[in-house]
């Protein structure tokens, strides 16, 4: 038998198919990752490019921004040319973009890097889900391999916090960004190996540009608001003008997408209530998680005085309880009782762990006041994230199940961004306040991040209450009378 036969039989086989979701997700976990690896190194960033403490969001929101706006293109662009190709061109840029990100020795390359970083990572995390389901005919099977999916999406996040930390204090903040480079190359070559191409339907199904670009400037314009809004104030012309920017931004997005022959999302997805309530739910979802990672990272080594590899740690319980909760409790509620019941309860945990977080105080001891919210924030967080995937992909198409991935992730990544943003002005301006009142730097610091999580606490209990009002009477996807309603129906049933 040639290599190419063999080759050819192992795609085609059981293990060869569970051979390549490693590949996925590898992919999928160095984009996680990505997202927060840079949670640890803040402090050091902040210091060696002089950063100020709001703008010291763009480290974080300048990656989110592309990654979020982009899916959806990206998932489009997947649709057309082809889902291994684009998986592969994403995986090369986000590889390339890393090493500008590790050179980088000023604060604009840095981020000029970030936002390509970005560019990369939406072409590769927006197909994973689409080649999973292509992957995986057999509703069984596709459980399984969504359950591992999830939990690699999950655990990203504390995983990069862990690597942040060695990294940074064992070698320099440029590694967090080094790093990315040979596993970049080597999830290339198994995915050339690995992962049959799918053709897609060509250019002549059509690509929109003009979506593309106003999916990305609207929330990368309100970003900017956000952030800005600590130095220049919420009520400035400045403020007010940007964010009336970005609104017409998104304004002219939808009206394009309505008029558009081959939109970029057609709005009849978004027209089912449950697909557009799932997608709003990532949404306040990501905002939630944000300042969990970005104002706790930050409160674990200035007010607590942890380092870089003891604060990847503290996270430790955040991610264990995610992965456990994933493998043995979520798929066991998504069986008996679908996707739409857990959602709210998982909200409210994480919104309890919030309020636990904002009493930590200045000098606060890991293990009564931190640990016990990282627990609740885990439990709450795999609650939310896999029924929120199963009910926001059962209604796609194989047409279009790229695009339905990208607009999965596209409303989560955004609520990040925006959250990562508002916990980050808001800190900065009751910091500043302390500051100006003649309050010591770690008090004042310590200040920030309260009201930042108490802020913040709003999106999971507005996400709560929206879903115990618009998933209701919604049982399992086999409810739903679409196309792929079959699919779905058996994924929940197994």
């Known amino acids: 038998m040639t290599n190419n036969a063999r080759l050819a039989a192992l795609k085609s086989s059981r293990r060869g198919r569970w051979l390549a979701l490693v590949v996925l997700c590898l992919g999928q976990l160095v984009i996680v990752v ?112 969504m359950i591992v999916y999830a939990l690699v999406a999950n655990i990203g996040g504390s995983i990069g916090l862990l690597v942040g930390g060695a990294l940074t204090q064992y070698l320099s903040w440029h590694w967090i960004f080094f790093i990315n480079v040979p596993i970049g190359v080597v999830g290339g070559a198994l995915a050339l190996a690995l992962l049959d191409e799918h053709p897609g339907i060509g250019i002549h199904g059509g690509v929109d540009w003009v979506g593309g670009l106003l999916v990305v400037a609207a929330p990368t314009l309100a970003t900017w608001a956000i952030v800005n809004a600590s130095a220049i104030g919420w009520g400035s012309t400045r403020t007010v003008g940007s964010f009336l920017g970005a609104a017409a931004l998104g304004a002219l997005f939808l009206l394009n997408e309505a008029k558009v022959r081959r939109p970029l999302i057609p709005l009849r997805l978004l027209a089912t209530r449950r697909l557009g309530v799932a997608n709003l739910a990532r949404f306040f979802h990501g905002f939630a998680m944000s300042p969990v990672f970005f104002c706790g990272a930050l409160y674990l080594q200035h007010v607590l005085g942890y380092s870089a590899i003891r604060t990847g740690l503290g996270y430790f319980p955040l991610n264990l309880m995610i992965g456990l909760c994933s493998l043995l409790l979520v798929s066991r509620i998504l069986r008996r009782f679908g996707p739409s019941r857990p959602i709210a309860p998982g909200f409210c945990l994480v919104a309890a762990g919030l309020l636990l977080l904002a009493r930590a105080p200045l000098g606060g001891n890991y293990f009564t006041d931190v640990m016990p919210a990282f627990l609740l924030v885990g439990l709450g967080a795999s609650l939310v994230f896999l029924p929120t995937v199963t009910i926001a992909m059962a209604g796609a198409g194989s047409n279009e199940s790229g695009l339905a991935s990208g607009l999965t992730n596209v409303t989560l990544q955004i609520g990040i961004a925006f959250g990562t943003a508002v916990a980050a002005s808001i800190s900065s301006i009751e910091t500043n306040r302390r500051l100006a009142a003649g309050a010591p730097l770690r008090l004042a610091l310590t200040a920030g991040y309260h009201l930042a999580f108490v802020v913040t606490t709003a999106a999971p209990l507005l996400a709560a209450g929206l879903c115990l009002v618009a998933l209701r009477g919604f049982g399992p996807p086999a409810a739903v009378p679409d196309p792929a309603a079959g699919r779905a129906r058996a994924l929940v049933a197994e």
């Open 34 to 145: 990505d997202g927060t690896v840079v949670n640890v190194a803040l402090p050091i960033i902040e210091r060696e490019l002089h950063f100020t403490q709001a703008s010291l969001a763009w480290v974080v929101n300048a990656y989110l921004v592309t990654f979020g706006g982009l899916l959806l293109l990206a998932g489009r662009l997947g649709d057309l040319f082809g889902r291994r190709r684009i998986f592969l061109f994403g995986l090369g840029l986000f590889s390339a973009s890393s090493a500008a990100c590790g050179f980088a020795e000023s604060r604009e390359l840095l981020i000029g890097a970030r936002f390509v970083q970005g560019v990369g990572a939406a072409c590769c995390s927006s197909m994973v889900l689409g080649i999973l389901v292509t992957l995986f005919p057999a509703p069984r099977e596709r459980g399984r391999a």
